[in-house]
Structures are given as C-alpha cells and as structure tokens.
T-cell receptor, first 113, second 113 residues
C-alpha cells in the first residue's frame, strides 16, 4: 500500500519562530520522489521542493529546509523565521510513477503576528 | 513559469445540469489531472490523461467524464450534476518524468443547488 501521513492537522506559531512540518510515507517502490506543496488561502497549490529516493542529503533553500530519512520513511519540512505569509495548508506528496501521486491530508499552518 | 488556467473561479449550477470545467496549460505537458478537494478528505484524483484522447480513471471517477482533444486542454464533465459534487475542483499538469512536479490551476469552486 502507498500512503502519506501528515500527523499534524493544525499548527500555530508566532512570527519568527521556526516550524517543522512532519511527513511519513509508505511505499514498496525503490524509486520515487517526494514533494511539498503550499496552498495559501487563495487556493492555488504551489510546488515548493522535491527529493528523490536516492539522495538523502538534506538541503536548505532560503528559509526552507528539508530532512529526508529513508530509514524512517520521513520527509520533514522546516520553515525558519516564519512569516505571516507562510500561513497556508502544506501538503506532502509521494510520486511513484508518472501518473501516480499520493497526497497527504495536509497541515494547516497559522503564523500569528 | 508554467501556467495552468481554469476557466471559472466560481460556478453555481442546478441539480441535473450538465457542467463543463475547462483547463488549459501552456507548457506542452503530456500529463493532465483533475482532482477534487473536500474538507477532511484531502485531494482525490478523478481522472488523468497522459496524451491526447487518452484518459485513465482515478480514485473517484463515478459521475464524471473527461475530454482531451488537444494537448493543452483537459475538460471535466459532470453529466448530470448532483449536490454531492459540490466541491473545489483542481486541474494540474506535469511533464512526463518522475521528477516532474504537478502544476496546479487556481481551482474552480462548484456549488450544485
């Protein structure tokens, strides 16, 4: 079975705090990609970052960083120094073929000024 | 930047009406998708298409059909709208590689009364 779990339904942080969004996935495929998307109140899902199943190197891009651990099937996403504009629903997604994308249920992040 | 355009942001239709939701992408992507998004249920795939005139059922195809006569355009059709089809509908496109993310339109909020 293939599944993506985001255990955190809602998170609230105060502006400038760091926040980590958790994602755990299940798949038997050895080749896959993981993605994070952001859905602001306007509604459009926007692609943020991706990681392939062969590269466990953690990366940082601006205020975003991500931690991929194959041993625990986790792909966590951290926003450093959060801002009000980061308030959105964040989706983790697993892609195992060109046509198969499994989304997690989403985590709603509220950044309070 | 990839542009995925959905023809309507909001639609209100009556039960039994035939409804067309249109989606156009400008990046020559092979794959196009229709999802619906409902609170508590996340994103669910209705149909996808990997080429002109080709379509595959997703997880919840009942009550829907699709049309892809041109590569850039993917239409979702509700043959006889029902109130349980009130939802947010999201169109997406992607290139054919595993690493390619989905690019989403702004969504169409459909209300069936």
């Amino acid at each position: 079975a293939q599944k993506v779990t985001q255990a955190q339904t809602e998170i609230s942080v105060v502006e400038k705090e760091d926040v980590t969004l958790d994602c755990v996935y299940e798949t038997r495929d050895t080749t896959y990609y993981l993605f994070w998307y952001k859905q602001p109140p306007s509604g459009e899902l926007v692609f943020l970052i991706r990681r392939n199943s062969f590269d466990e190197q953690n990366e940082i891009s601006g205020r975003y960083s991500w931690n991929f651990q194959k041993s625990t099937s986790s792909f966590n996403f951290t926003i450093t120094a959060s801002q009000v504009v980061d308030s959105a629903v964040y989706f983790c997604a697993l892609k195992t073929s060109y046509d198969k994308v499994i989304f997690g249920p989403g985590t709603s992040l509220s950044v309070i000024p | 930047d990839v542009k995925v355009t959905q023809s309507s942001r909001y639609l209100v239709k009556r039960t039994g009406e035939k409804v067309f939701l249109e989606c156009v992408q400008d990046m020559d992507h092979e794959n196009m998708f229709w999802y619906r998004q409902d609170p508590g249920l996340g994103l669910r795939l209705i149909y996808f298409s990997y080429d002109v005139k080709m379509k595959e059922k997703g997880d919840i195809p009942e009550g829907y059909s699709v049309s892809r006569e041109k590569k850039e355009r993917f239409s979702l059709i509700l043959e006889s709208a029902s109130t349980n089809q009130t939802s947010m509908y999201l169109c997406a496109s992607s290139a054919g590689q595993l690493r390619s993310p989905l690019h989403f339109g702004n969504g169409t909020r459909l209300t069936v009364t």
